[in-house]
């Protein structure tokens, strides 16, 4: 009888303290929740807004967006964010959230930002995993290699251009580093390729969208 | 508690026993992001701040918790005290919380910290405890930013680079360059730089430990043989 109490109450202490423990870890929860959604939020809209000067959109970005499914001609395994920027109601850019999937070592996310007309305004790296001091000279702080994609379109550099030096095209490789840029370039061409060809149904998927959204609203 | 066993606490948390060099524990999340100064600085201030928390709780309720359920109770608290630390940081240290990113929650897994609770925190009062914490933290610490600094040195040729991820927007200028336009040297910034840099840091500590009980000893038989000459 007595051995039966010890291990209830030794079970009990052990439940004391998952309660305690859970309601720190809550009470925390509660407290940062707000804040840490904003650090997400500021964030993104900082890497968006370095492909695209806040001057050139005026709408609320981060909640402008459609999803695109997965999709072989975008590269894309998984669906995939697209940005909507718009200035005084007429769209002016999207801003594609995609993984390029051949790096040398794994995925490496991007943000592509085109503009209306089919030019690049900007290119930037999210996340990766490519060797220090060789891959990452992608990152704007590294080098300015990944500012080399502004103002670049599907017609200029030509088609067969649209690769790194190394494979005949104008995009610079790094030293020691073939993969890392090859996977970016052919992502982020990818990207417009995607865009030239199905920008009309990129355009009606968000009129639905926002009809559904707003069903008052005739005017579209 | 006589001073001298303060003393002695903080002598074994710093050198005598330190986490790192002695215990050689934590060493996953300790190779990891010693890539740079500022993010070994960033993991052992958390791992510090853990290991304060976690000791103090666990000397606080050493005589409610039988043997039976200890470890279960500690790691209970350790995970609980981390999750804390990992949404506060990654509240307001946003940046350099992306970087550190998965060797935050991993500090619960750093087995210094349950070594600490059950062979000290557990047998010990609170002012000791809390001491050994802040020791022990520090210990570690030092060994993170020793090995951040060299690897930072050899690899980038910079030191207290990304400051500000730390210590804010006034910290953008703190980046020393000591060699312009350096190439970087790719092995120290690699995991294999970290497991060389670890061994070296190791190996001085050993040198200097048998050096100092060297002296020792010739000083001891200095005095026996001038007492032998004076007899």
Same mark, same amino acid.
Request: hydrophobic content about 45%; proline content about 3%; overall charge positive.
């Given at each position: 009888?007595?051995?039966?109490?010890?291990?209830?109450?030794?079970?009990?202490?052990?439940?004391?303290?998952?309660?305690?423990?859970?309601?720190?870890?809550?009470?925390?929860?509660?407290?940062?929740?707000?804040?840490?959604?904003?650090?997400?939020?500021?964030?993104?809209?900082?890497?968006?807004?370095?492909?695209?000067?806040?001057?050139?959109?005026?709408?609320?970005?981060?909640?402008?967006?459609?999803?695109?499914?997965?999709?072989?001609?975008?590269?894309?395994?998984?669906?995939?964010?697209?940005?909507?920027?718009?200035?005084?109601?007429?769209?002016?850019?999207?801003?594609?959230?995609?993984?390029?999937?051949?790096?040398?070592?794994?995925?490496?996310?991007? *943000?592509?930002? +085109?503009?209306? /007309?089919?030019?690049?305004?900007?290119?930037?790296?999210?996340?990766? $995993?490519? &060797?220090?001091? %060789?891959?990452?000279?992608?990152?704007?702080?590294?080098?300015?290699?990944?500012?080399?994609?502004?103002?670049?379109?599907?017609?200029?550099?030509?088609?067969?251009?649209?690769?790194?030096?190394?494979?005949?095209?104008?995009?610079?490789?790094?030293?020691?580093?073939?993969?890392?840029?090859?996977?970016?370039?052919?992502?982020?061409? *990818?990207?417009? +390729?995607?865009? /030239?060809?199905?920008?009309?149904?990129?355009?009606?998927?968000?009129? $639905?969208? &926002?009809?559904? %959204?707003?069903?008052?609203?005739?005017?579209? | 508690?006589?001073?001298?066993?303060?003393?002695?606490?903080?002598?074994?948390?710093?050198?005598?026993?330190?986490?790192?060099?002695?215990?050689?524990?934590?060493?996953?999340?300790?190779?990891?992001?010693?890539?740079?100064?500022?993010?070994?600085?960033?993991?052992?201030?958390?791992?510090?701040?853990?290991?304060?928390?976690?000791?103090?709780?666990?000397?606080?309720?050493?005589?409610?918790?039988?043997?039976?359920?200890?470890?279960?109770?500690?790691?209970?608290?350790?995970?609980?005290?981390?999750?804390?630390?990992?949404?506060?940081?990654?509240?307001?240290?946003?940046?350099?919380?992306?970087?550190?990113?998965?060797?935050?929650?991993?500090?619960?897994?750093?087995?210094?910290?349950?070594?600490?609770?059950?062979?000290?925190?557990?047998?010990?009062?609170?002012?000791?405890?809390?001491?050994?914490?802040?020791?022990?933290?520090?210990?570690?610490?030092?060994?993170?930013?020793?090995?951040?600094?060299?690897?930072?040195?050899?690899?980038?040729?910079?030191?207290?680079?990304?400051?500000?991820?730390?210590?804010?927007?006034?910290?953008?200028?703190?980046?020393?360059?000591?060699i312009e336009d350096y190439s970087g040297f790719l092995l120290a910034i690699l995991p294999p730089g970290a497991f060389i840099g670890m061994g070296l840091i190791?190996?001085?500590?050993?040198?200097?430990?048998?050096?100092?009980?060297?002296?020792?000893?010739?000083?001891?038989?200095?005095?026996?043989?001038?007492?032998?000459?004076?007899?």
């Open positions: 009888m007595n051995n039966k109490k010890y291990i209830l109450v030794s079970g009990l202490i052990l439940g004391l303290f998952a309660i305690v423990g859970t309601t720190l870890v809550g009470i925390t929860h509660q407290t940062t929740a707000e804040k840490i959604a904003d650090n997400e939020r500021l964030a993104l809209l900082r890497k968006l807004n370095q492909i695209l000067p806040s001057n050139k959109y005026d709408n609320d970005l981060l909640h402008t967006s459609i999803n695109i499914d997965a999709d072989n001609r975008l590269g894309q395994k998984k669906s995939s964010t697209v940005y909507i920027a718009k200035r005084q109601n007429k769209i002016s850019a999207m801003i594609f959230s995609v993984i390029a999937p051949k790096g040398y070592s794994g995925e490496i996310k991007m *943000l592509v930002g +085109i503009n209306i /007309d089919g030019t690049l305004s900007g290119v930037r790296i999210v996340s990766h $995993k490519e &060797t220090p001091g %060789l891959g990452d000279a992608m990152e704007t702080e590294k080098s300015d290699w990944v500012l080399s994609f502004s103002g670049k379109s599907l017609h200029s550099p030509k088609e067969k251009k649209w690769k790194v030096k190394r494979d005949g095209g104008v995009f610079d490789q790094f030293t020691g580093a073939t993969i890392t840029p090859r996977a970016v370039v052919q992502a982020v061409h *990818l990207c417009l +390729i995607y865009f /030239d060809r199905h920008k009309k149904e990129l355009l009606e998927q968000y009129d $639905k969208q &926002t009809k559904q %959204l707003l069903p008052d609203n005739k005017t579209g | 508690m006589k001073d001298d066993n303060y003393n002695e606490i903080s002598k074994n948390g710093l050198w005598n026993n330190n986490v790192a060099l002695v215990q050689l524990l934590g060493l996953c999340p300790l190779l990891a992001v010693t890539g740079t100064v500022i993010n070994g600085l960033g993991l052992g201030l958390a791992t510090m701040l853990t290991l304060i928390i976690s000791n103090a709780v666990v000397s606080l309720i050493r005589h409610l918790v039988r043997p039976e359920v200890r470890v279960p109770v500690f790691v209970l608290i350790i995970a609980s005290v981390v999750t804390a630390i990992e949404l506060a940081m990654n509240a307001w240290l946003y940046e350099l919380y992306t970087v550190l990113g998965i060797f935050i929650p991993l500090i619960v897994t750093n087995c210094g910290i349950l070594a600490r609770a059950e062979a000290f925190a557990s047998k010990n009062r609170l002012l000791p405890s809390i001491l050994d914490g802040l020791m022990m933290g520090l210990g570690f610490t030092l060994v993170l930013v020793t090995l951040g600094a060299i690897r930072e040195i050899l690899g980038y040729g910079t030191l207290f680079n990304n400051s500000h991820l730390m210590f804010g927007e006034l910290a953008h200028n703190w980046t020393w360059v000591f190791i190996a001085l500590k050993n040198v200097i430990d048998k050096h100092n009980k060297k002296k020792q000893t010739n000083t001891a038989t200095q005095i026996v043989s001038s007492t032998e000459a004076a007899v």
